[in-house]
Structure formats: C-alpha cells, structure tokens
C-alpha cells in the first residue's frame, strides 16, 4: 500500500520547494547592461551601485559558484568545528560607522574633480603604490576602528585603491599618509579583486563584502569576505603570502585545525534546508550565498569569526544599514546619541557542524 501523507505536510513541502527555487533563482546573477546601477560607470556615493553589481569579472573566485560536490580539503569538518568554536557566529551592528568599533570598509568613487593625493606609505617597504596620485572625494573617510581601512574606485581607470590606517589627511588634497596600500583592477575582464595590499590576504576591500542593497534585494550574488579570530600560520590561494594574519600561537592557542588565511569555507546545506529554517528571510540571504559560493578568509581579527561589511558611511541620506536594520525590526540599543540595530546570526545554525572547507584547487579550477 502507498504511504500516504497529511494534506498538510504536502503543502508544507512544496512551500519549502518553492522557497529553495527562490533562493537559487535570486542567487542566480541578473545583471543587464541597460541597468545603471550594475554599470561601474554610473556609480557615485550619491548613486551607489545596485544589488545586480558585482565588482569583478567572472573569472573572481569571489564570482563563481562552488560546485556541487566540492572536493573537501584534508580535515574539512574539523577545521570546521575549530573555527566555529572561536565563537557562536556571525553578528554585526548598523550605526557603528564612523565610531571606534567600525571595522568595516568605507569604499568611495572617485571622480575628475576630486582632490589629487600622492600617496605615501609609512609603515613597510614594497608598497606597490607608494608616491601614485590618485584622486579621492573631500567626504571620504576610512572606518573609525584601528584598521582604518579606506577604498577608492577610479571608475575611469578601472583602478580600485585600498588603504590600511589612513591618517588624517587635508580635504583639498595633497599628501596621503597610510600605513600600507595596494591596488587592483575592477569592472574589467579578469578582474579577480586580488593581490592589494591593505587586507591580510591582500584581498580588495570590495571583495566579498556584504552591502545593505543586497540584502534588500534578498540577493547576494558572490562569495562573502570571511574574518577569523586567528589562522593555522600558513596561507592558501586566493590569498597571497607572506603574510599569514595572526596566528593562533600569538594568542597561545594551538594552531592546529585552524584554518589557514585565504581558506574558502562553505556551508554545507542545500537550498532546500536553508529555505526550511524558521529564520527571517534576511538570514537565509546570507546561508544561501554561504552555501552556493563560500567564505574566503581575509582578515584576522577580533574574538570569533564574521563577514565583512560594505560600510554605511558615505551615503547621501544617511547610514542605509541604520535604515535597513530599523526597517527590519531589529533588536537595538543606544549609544550616545545613536541607535544601533543587531544583524545576529550566531544561532541561526550548529555552526560547527555545517562548516565545511574546500581545496585551494577548487578556487583556481583546477580539480
């Protein structure tokens, strides 16, 4: 005799089914030429670019989806577990840019009649852009927070600059003291958002990161820009050496099982699963990008693991992830004179045991 189920779990069913088609038709990239706001070209602070925008060519591992079964590296789950006990997961603040606590990356564009910089590295030698000149808007500002990371796009010459410890700097231009720098190509073919040198793994700043139009969008179509407390003290592709972030050792943790600096992590959980979760549909947004492209360790830092941040400052209106935080029903508190909404995933998910890490070889194509 056929089994048969309840009328409604069936609808159960094909409501989950509906949903998972949902998610991967909206992490499916939708970007047309005639949309300004996927067009570099277009883009201003005033105009910030859409949530079809994806900053580097298809070629980006940043840009390409994991397959299906990806090869796992050697102790997958373990490096897994270890670095989901760093903390219980991801949480992030809107209205917290500008402050101390803002480690997140402001990113600018620039145009024609922007101050011109020239650039002067202070801290270490081989800085690929130490006496450039580039041009940088009078309202930029790097994140409150120590790093005090800075981008700049030149979406003329499809130049991204970014900047680690900007110090302070004349608004009518001149010099642009920095501790370290680099740059990368962007809006071009085989543009991947690699190889500058102001993020650990020398990632660009715009790499990976999550921006409030996406998550408006319910879409985000790339990987996500991953930081860990500490690293195993090795590094691997996309990241480049030598540096490796902190190491665990520093903290007088054992390095191993952590994972290594430019590791590519993903979650390994189907659309399906995610779509069932009792979870708010911001969330899922985010599982569902995990799951489909990754997290490239980028940076070291803090007391647990997180993603990094589009930055709310800049934006003509206000702080947007302030706007969206408040326009979600996010639990807040005050500070000062200001509001902070909490964007919490830390028990969204077992973090520990879904947590899987893909070969190098999957990033380059090669396996």
Known sequence: MPKRFPYGFLMQSAAVAVHAALLLALLAPTASAADK???LGSFSNANPPGPCWRPFSPASP???PLPTHPRQAAGSPLIGSRTASFGLGPSFQAGTAGTVDDY???IYFANRN???YRID???YSGCEIQGRHIRIPRGAQPAGGSDGHLGVIDRRRKWEYDFWQVRDRSKQGGQLHVSYGGRTRIGTPGSKGLGSAATAAQFATSAGVIRPEELRAGRIDHALF??????NGHSVYPAKGPSTGRNCSELGLPNKHAPALGQHFYLDMSMRRIAALPVAGWKKTILAAMSRYGMFVGDTGGDGWG?????GMGHAGGDPWVSLGRRLGLPSF????STRYVFDLRDVVDWGSVLRVARPCVSRRSC
Not at 334 to 337: A, H, K, P, Q
């Open 37 to 39: 706001r996927c067009r």
């Open 114 to 116: 922007a101050p011109r």
């Open 62 to 64: 940043f840009n390409r």
């Open 307 to 311: 993603l990094q941040l589009w930055s």
């Open 334 to 337: 005050g500070v000062g004179d």
């Open 104 to 106: 997140s990356h402001p």
């Open 121 to 123: 590295c202070m801290s």
């Open 226 to 231: 991953m930081v860990v407390r500490c690293t």
